[in-house]
């Protein structure tokens, strides 16, 4: 699993991130792996489901992640329900009536999946009028830092990856973006 505080769908971002703006790093799931602090089979998994779901082309004989189609055409919608459904059930963990033989159990959870599915519906309208460019920029902005800053950032951190993963050979890569 992830370590603590990493989940799947921020996996997915970045790996759709590095996708569109460093299409030339050959992102193996054992390099996501280092980053995320997960075991490469969990990225190999969440690269499977952007694959179908149509997001990103991976696979053998590629040196790179390619996103299927432009980040400006890509919701965060489709990358979450690419990783997980985005339901009352996946969101809130409810999925059926409490048992036993209470008279108002069956309104109480009628009445609470109600206000639960009003939830879903605007998150997943939140979700679908943002495009992956626009939480990129959104993210660029937060980062509040120089983009020369943030390429070197980004430099150091392969560099480390390298350390710890040497088949990677990315930093030759990147001398080009410092």
Known sequence: MPRRGESQVEIALLALLLAEFFPEVDATS?????????????VRRIYGKLKRAGLLETGPG???????RDARSISLLEIVEAITPLDRAGVFGVEAPLSGT???KSELFGTLTTELDQAVAAMRQRLASTT????AMRLLDRCNVPAAQKLNEIFSNVEEAERRH????LSKKL???K
């Open 166 to 169: 040497p088949a990677a050979r």
């Open 62 to 68: 590629r040196r790179s992640l390619e996103l299927a």
């Open 175 to 177: 001398i080009s973006h």
């Open 102 to 104: 209470c008279s108002i």
């Open 132 to 135: 992956l460019h626009d939480y």
């Open 30 to 42: 054992g390099l996501i792996g280092e980053w995320a602090g997960c075991n490469p089979v969990i």
